[in-house]
């Protein structure tokens, strides 16, 4: 069945390092990725897309890579600061509907 | 900015009990969505809206839930007999007929059924 999942649950990076947050996907017919942030009490919010026929893109401070061949997306968060410390969601999208499949999260913790 | 918005921020209620959870989406968006997510679990998709009927649904959204678009900018989510697993957090959100794999979420209603 379709499931998009995560490497790294946790993890820490230093105020002013890059981070890098890994998904996995498996259902090959999505065509758009999606990266959401989710900050506690609040609900998800967008932070980039990208097409199933780009492999990269790039918005201010990040950048999402899409590697089709190994079904691998990243996110990719330049000087991080603490107010980047959130849930990082990668979701798909699949289907007639437009349903979003979300996968399990990673926590970002920016150390100051 | 506009933003959809969720009332009410959190619906405490008995087991058996009927709730309506409500959303206002963003206004000139066609698209419209529930999803809800249990306490540390992702978040799962339950329902899409689109020209006044559902698009799609999920096996959790069954016959205990319904969505009505009563006014033009109002879209609630009805639980008719909630259950002690219905406890979660509940998102609405909306996307524009353009850009509609990007979805706008609200800040959720947290359900909790006691």
């Known amino acids: 069945g379709e499931s998009v999942g995560l490497h790294l649950p946790t993890l820490s990076v230093q105020e002013g390092d890059n981070s890098i947050i890994n998904c996995a996907y498996s259902?090959?017919?999505?065509?758009?990725f999606i990266w959401y942030k989710q900050e506690s009490g609040k609900g998800p919010q967008f932070i980039i897309d990208?097409?199933?026929?780009?492999d990269k893109r790039q918005g201010q401070r990040v950048t999402v890579l899409l590697n089709k061949t190994v079904k691998h997306l990243s996110l990719q968060i330049a000087a991080t600061q603490p107010g980047d410390s959130a849930v990082y969601f990668c979701?798909?999208?699949?289907?007639?509907?437009?349903?979003?499949?979300f996968g399990a999260g990673t926590i970002l913790r920016v150390k100051s | 900015e506009p933003e959809v918005t969720q009332t009410p921020s959190h619906q405490v209620t008995q087991m058996g009990q009927e709730v309506i959870l409500r959303c206002v989406p963003i206004?000139?968006?066609?698209?419209f969505y529930w999803y809800r997510q249990i306490l540390g679990q992702k978040v799962e998709f339950l329902v899409s809206?689109?020209?006044?009927?559902?698009?799609?649904k999920s096996e959790i959204f069954d016959d205990q839930f319904s969505v009505e678009r009563p006014d033009g900018s109002n879209f609630t989510l009805k639980i008719r007999s909630t259950k002690l697993e219905d406890s979660a957090m509940y998102f609405c959100?909306?996307?524009?007929?353009?850009?509609?794999?990007?979805?706008?979420f609200g800040a959720g209603t947290r359900l909790s059924v006691l």
């Open positions: 959100a909306s996307s524009d007929p353009i850009a509609k794999n990007i979805q706008y």
């Open positions: 259902n090959s017919a999505s065509d758009y």
């Open positions: 990208i097409r199933s026929n780009m």
């Open positions: 979701a798909e999208n699949s289907g007639y509907g437009n349903k979003l499949v």
């Open positions: 206004s000139n968006h066609l698209y």
């Open positions: 809206f689109y020209n006044n009927e559902i698009s799609e």
